[in-house]
C-alpha cells in the first residue's frame, strides 16, 4: 500500500478549461497514490501523516506530452528551416535508421529519458522507432524512471527508406510479438503507432486495427498536418473523403480504440466532427507546426467545439521538450491567427493552455492533470524565487511568469504518488 502523505504550498491547478483553482500556503494530501483533496489546514484524520512543506513555493500537476519522438532527441534543432516532407527524408529518417544498432539506441534513449525525467513532464505518448528490440529498451528505461508512459513501436511498409522499412507480414508479426513482451511492464504501456497514412499500407492499418481489438491497445498518429501531406493521403487512399477516415476505416480512430492524433492543423468540418464524436484526442504541437512550417491550427475553436485536447512538444520537429514552452508557443500562435486568420476568435489564455497541459491531455491517462478528489498524485514543484521581480505578483501572475520564465525544470516532482526526485 502506498504511504499517505502531504505536500504544502501554493497549489494550482485547472478543474475546468479557463479557470485556474489557486489555493495559497495550502495542504495538498495524498492517500494510496490518488489526491485526497486540498485543504486551508490539515484536517484532524491526517494530523499524523508525513508533510513535505515547500514553503512558497507553487505545486502544479505534472505536466502531460501528447505527443514526442524519442529517437529524435538527440538532433533536436536541426533542420528547422525545412517544410515537413523535406525535413523526414533529410533529418527523421537517417537518424532513426540507426536505432537498428541497440547499443546506438541505449544511448540515445538514456538521453531522452533522462532529460524527461528533470522536466516538468509527468506523463507522455512516445513515438520510438520501427525496431522492436530498441522500443522495448525505451520502455524499460521509462519503467526504471517511474514515468507512467504510452510508447509505440513505429510501423512503416512503404514510401520509406529501405532502412526504415518492413513488410506488411514483418511489421505485423514484430508487432505482435512487441505487444506481448510489453505486458510485463506495470508503469509503461504500449501504444499502436502506424507513423502516418502515407507509409502504412491498407493492409498493414487493417492488420495493426486487428490487433487492437485483439489487444485492446491505444493508438497514435499524425493527422492532416501539412497540406502536401494531405493532397498525398488523398492520392494513395482515394476511396476517403478526408484524411481521418483512413484511420476510421481500420478500426483506429476513437471510439472502442483510445486514439491520439497530433497536429490536425488542417482537418475540416466532417474530419472534426468525426474527431469529437469518437472522442479523438488532439495533440496540438505549436512549435513544430511552425518550424516545419505546417499552420496554426484552430485550437481555440477546438475547445470551443468540445474537442479533446492537449499538448505535444512534438520533439524534434519541436526543439523544446518543455511543455511550459508548448503552452506560451500555443498562446502565441494562437494570437497570430487571431490577427491573421480569424478574426472572430480570440486568442487563447494561460488559464486555457495551462488547462490542455494538465487535465486536457491528461484525460488520455484517465483522472490525471488535476488535484480534484480521485485524481492520481502527478505533482511538480516550482521555485521561482530564481525570477526575481519588484512587483508583488498574485498567485496566477508568479503562474504566469514561471510558465513563461523558468528554465521548466522543477524542484521535486511525483508520478501517481511517487515522488522522483
Known amino acids: 500500500m502506498q504511504e ?37 489546514a490539515l484536517p484532524e484524520r491526517w494530523q499524523e501523516i508525513p508533510v513535505e512543506d515547500f514553503g512558497d513555493r507553487l505545486i502544479l500537476p505534472g505536466l502531460v506530452d501528447l505527443h ?7 538532433y533536436r534543432g536541426l533542420g528547422m528551416d525545412m517544410e515537413l516532407l523535406d525535413w523526414l527524408e533529410q533529418n527523421a529518417f537517417p537518424e532513426e535508421s540507426r536505432f ?62 529501405d532502412t526504415l522499412r518492413e513488410t506488411t507480414e514483418q511489421s505485423l508479426a514484430e508487432t505482435r510479438l512487441w505487444l506481448e513482451q510489453s505486458k510485463d511492464f506495470a508503469k509503461v504501456r504500449p501504444m499502436l503507432t502506424p507513423r502516418f497514412v502515407p507509409s502504412c499500407t491498407d493492409e498493414l492499418m487493417n492488420g495493426l486495427g486487428q490487433l487492437q481489438r485483439e489487444f485492446g491497445t491505444a493508438m497514435q498518429s499524425h493527422l492532416s498536418e501539412n497540406l502536401s501531406e494531405i493532397q498525398w493521403v488523398s492520392q494513395l487512399c482515394p476511396n476517403t473523403r478526408f484524411y481521418g477516415e483512413a484511420y476510421a476505416q481500420a478500426g483506429l480512430f476513437g471510439g472502442d480504440c483510445p486514439t491520439v492524433m497530433a497536429h490536425c492543423v488542417w482537418s475540416g468540418a466532417e474530419e472534426r466532427a468525426l474527431m469529437k464524436q469518437n472522442g479523438v484526442f488532439i495533440a496540438h504541437c505549436p512549435q513544430s507546426n511552425m518550424n516545419v512550417s505546417s499552420g496554426i491550427a484552430p485550437i481555440k475553436s477546438y475547445l470551443a467545439e468540445g474537442q479533446r485536447v492537449g499538448l505535444g512538444s512534438d520533439v524534434a520537429g519541436g526543439a523544446h521538450l518543455s511543455i511550459f514552452r508548448a503552452m506560451t508557443d500555443a498562446i502565441q500562435c494562437s494570437k497570430l491567427r487571431w490577427r491573421l486568420v480569424d478574426q472572430q476568435t480570440p486568442a487563447l489564455t494561460l488559464p486555457e493552455a495551462f488547462y490542455m497541459a494538465t487535465k486536457g491531455g491528461g484525460a488520455f491517462f484517465g483522472k490525471v492533470g488535476s488535484f480534484e478528489p480521485g ?9 521561482d524565487s530564481a525570477l526575481p521581480t519588484t512587483r508583488d505578483c498574485t498567485l496566477a501572475e508568479r503562474l504566469e511568469r514561471v510558465v513563461y520564465l523558468s528554465d521548466g525544470q522543477p524542484c521535486a516532482k511525483y508520478a501517481a504518488g511517487i515522488r522522483l526526485f
Open 4 to 40: 499517505t502523505f502531504a505536500l504544502r504550498g501554493n497549489v494550482i491547478y485547472t478543474p475546468e478549461c479557463g479557470r485556474l483553482e489557486l489555493h495559497p500556503h495550502s495542504f495538498l494530501v495524498c492517500e494510496e497514490g490518488k489526491v485526497a483533496g486540498v485543504f486551508p
Open 68 to 74: 514526442v519522438h524519442a529517437s529524435q532527441y538527440t
Open 100 to 161: 537498428a544498432d541497440l547499443a546506438y539506441a541505449r544511448r540515445a534513449y538514456e538521453i531522452f529519458v533522462g532529460e524527461l525525467v528533470k522536466s516538468a513532464t509527468t506523463r507522455a505518448c512516445i513515438f520510438a522507432t520501427l525496431h522492436r528490440p530498441a522500443t522495448l529498451v525505451l520502455m524499460e528505461l521509462l519503467e526504471k524512471a517511474g514515468l507512467p508512459c504510452y510508447v509505440g513501436k513505429v510501423n512503416m511498409d512503404r514510401n520509406s527508406p
Open 375 to 383: 485524481y492520481e498524485l502527478d505533482a511538480i514543484v516550482m521555485d
